[in-house]
């Protein structure tokens, strides 16, 4: 049914008017342009945030376009509009889309590619919660990692929006213990996903190796750098898979501090091939914002889709903010004080 809302020419988006703090990021109202005829617009009903547009936000991510621009990589709602070339979706359905750049908006263009259309699945807050947490938890674990029955997994930012959908994923794969790093006040949080807890600033390599009988984890997701990142390689069993794909210990603040940013890149480690070999460790690097085979991408949204169908996997949303709100949403990721997954509520 035909609302008002396809009726607007105008749309609302947050930009990133510079480098900075929260404070930077301004809402303009424009006229949008005309669509183009290979591209779908979105009625964006949510926008999650991820930690990488805190990144942005202070010019430290290199894949970024230039100031000033609307950040945003994955949205839920509904086509409003088609171009005459695209096949295959219609205006009204519901879908979840990657968007990269440009989710905090009202309205956004994209390409039929980027789009996922979930078959019963209408929930368009739990799905917006979807596509870059659970994607890159699939990607380390299952694609790159080819998780077995019983492995155990260690997640660091258990209680975030990555490290929660992994212990999910994790589960459904039927892994064996998980190990959860974060704030001790997330700690009955992260019990709840399943995992062990262990604070953040304890000893995780020796916690690890207890855990698993001396032997050492399995899998371990690294989203912190720096020399963060070799204690979890460390906490590697003989065999065992390391996933490099953050750096989040270059922004311990709300601004930039190119110390923090300097100190993280110095301390990351350089491995020993030789080493690695004797102990037939693997470490991957991982960067869904420039992975570029599309259908390997599908073939991983269609697994999600499917554990989330059978009731696997529970999108966790800690709070939806409005879009006006972007710059509050962005402080309280800042303040860790997120349990899963923050979204935008862009219809506001
Ligand atoms: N490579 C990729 O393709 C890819 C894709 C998605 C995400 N990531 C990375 O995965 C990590 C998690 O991303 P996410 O979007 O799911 O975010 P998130 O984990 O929900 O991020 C917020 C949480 O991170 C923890 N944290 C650790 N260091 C922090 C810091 N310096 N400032 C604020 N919070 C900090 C806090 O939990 P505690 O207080 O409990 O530690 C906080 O609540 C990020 O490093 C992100 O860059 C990478």
Request: aromatic content about 8%; overall charge positive; charged content about 25%.
């Amino acid at each position: 049914m035909w609302t008002l809302r396809d009726l607007m020419t105008q749309r609302k988006r947050a930009v990133y008017s510079r480098k900075g703090g929260p404070n930077v990021i301004e809402i303009i109202e424009e006229e949008m342009s005309s669509l183009k005829p290979d591209q779908i617009r979105i009625d964006v009903y949510y926008a999650g945030i991820n930690f990488a547009d805190l990144m942005m936000r202070v010019g430290l991510y290199g894949a970024a376009p230039p100031f000033p621009f609307t950040p945003g990589y994955e949205v839920s709602g509904i086509i409003s509009d088609i171009g005459n070339s695209v096949k295959d979706l219609k205006v009204g359905d519901a879908v979840v889309a990657m968007t990269r750049f440009g989710g905090y908006s009202s309205f956004v263009d994209v390409n039929p590619e980027q789009c996922f259309i979930l078959d019963g699945v209408d929930d368009l807050v739990s799905t917006a919660a979807i596509p870059v947490t659970y994607a890159t938890a699939h990607h380390m674990l299952v694609h790159l990692g080819k998780i077995r029955q019983g492995d155990s997994v260690l997640i660091h930012h258990a209680a975030g929006g990555v490290g929660s959908a992994a212990a999910q994923i994790a589960k459904a794969k039927r892994a064996g213990i998980l190990i959860g790093t974060a704030s001790s006040k997330k700690k009955e949080f992260v019990e709840q996903q399943g995992m062990i807890h262990v604070s953040r600033n304890d000893d995780f390599v020796k916690i690890s190796r207890s855990l698993t009988n001396g032997k050492g984890v399995d899998h371990a997701l690294d989203p912190v750098g720096g020399k963060h990142l070799m204690q979890s390689y460390r906490a590697l069993s003989k065999g065992g898979k390391l996933y490099s794909f953050g750096a989040s210990s270059a922004i311990p603040g709300k601004k930039r501090n190119m110390i923090a940013a300097l100190k993280m890149w110095w301390q990351m480690p350089k491995f020993d091939p030789l080493r690695m070999m004797n102990s037939n460790k693997a470490v991957f690097g991982v960067h869904l914002g420039t992975w570029e085979n599309d259908e390997i991408m599908r073939e991983q949204m269609e697994d999600i889709v499917e554990m989330y169908r059978n009731g696997n996997l529970t999108p966790v949303v800690d709070s939806i903010f409005k879009l006006d709100e972007a710059s509050k949403a962005h402080s309280y990721m800042h303040e860790r004080r997120n349990k899963g997954k923050i979204l935008l509520d862009c219809r506001n």
